[in-house]
């Protein structure tokens, strides 16, 4: 069940699930309403998006799809913390959307059991107010970016592999870095062979993506990681935050790859 909160009107349910978050200086009631009535694409349900789902199903997101054509593998259970053992074998994404629903019955979850392709892109993103990276491969991302480029909303990306991860918005204006300004190769010049991963990195990565995507749809909480890549080395906790430059060739491509999408 999908509940629309207006500016004064909270059932006494909802203001004690919410309530840590109403009392933060300047959220309120104002800023937990803009989460409910947001939309927001989650593409991939593993190491990123079991965690990046289930915390923006907590604070309250209107509504979250979830995309994901991957089973459950016994591989998983190390790091992807939405999954259970007896579940190895089965679709993520139906047990992503049923633990998502018991957590919060606020919160409309909608689950396909698909990956993002061009096909089904512009289908599923219609109506979204942003698109969160839970992917990992790059072919899904340039199709995520050029999507939010085309449509002009917001790419929340975050990327992890051994010991680092990396998070940053793309696209917040006309004016902000494109996935692509970042990375102009193709695809196949980033390497997809599986690589480690330590436990905490993608809960950590994720909880950073999950606070991006608050600061956009309230419009409080900070400032987004708008034109900056944030580095961070786990073994450290060492940080970087790196400028990036918008590039209107970085733009141009993802309009034209988008305006290549089929119409559905």
């Known amino acids: 069940m999908q509940t629309h909160l207006s500016h004064d009107t909270f059932s006494s349910e909802l203001k004690e699930r919410y309530a840590r978050q109403l009392m933060l200086p300047g959220f309120g009631a104002e800023a937990q309403r803009r989460l409910s009535q947001s939309t927001v694409l989650l593409v991939g349900v593993g190491g990123l998006g079991s965690t990046l789902s289930q915390l923006l199903c907590a604070v309250g997101v209107g509504r979250l799809i979830l995309l994901d054509a991957d089973r459950v593998s016994a591989s998983n259970l190390q790091r992807q913390i939405l999954y259970r053992t007896d579940q190895v074998g089965q679709p993520k994404v139906m047990h992503a959307a049923e633990s998502l629903r018991r957590l919060n019955p606020h919160v409309q979850i909608e689950a396909y059991d698909e990956f993002l392709t061009p096909a089904n892109a512009r289908l599923r993103a219609e109506g979204c107010n942003l698109i969160a990276d839970g ?130």
């Open 135 to 264: 992917s990992d491969n790059a072919a899904a991302r340039y199709l995520m970016n050029d999507l939010c480029v085309g449509l002009g909303i917001p790419y929340v990306y975050g990327s992890i592999m051994d010991f680092y991860g990396q998070a940053a918005v793309f696209n917040l204006t006309e004016k902000s870095a494109t996935y692509r300004c970042l990375f102009p190769e193709t695809e196949s010049s980033i390497p997809t062979t599986p690589k480690g991963v330590i436990a905490p990195l993608p809960a950590l990565i994720a909880s950073i993506q999950a606070q991006e995507c608050i600061k956009i749809l309230t419009g409080t909480c900070g400032e987004p990681l708008d034109n900056r890549l944030l580095l961070w080395d786990i073994q450290t906790h060492s940080t970087q935050k790196i400028a990036l430059t918008p590039t209107e060739e970085g733009r141009e491509i993802s309009l034209r790859k988008f305006g290549q999408l089929p119409v559905v």
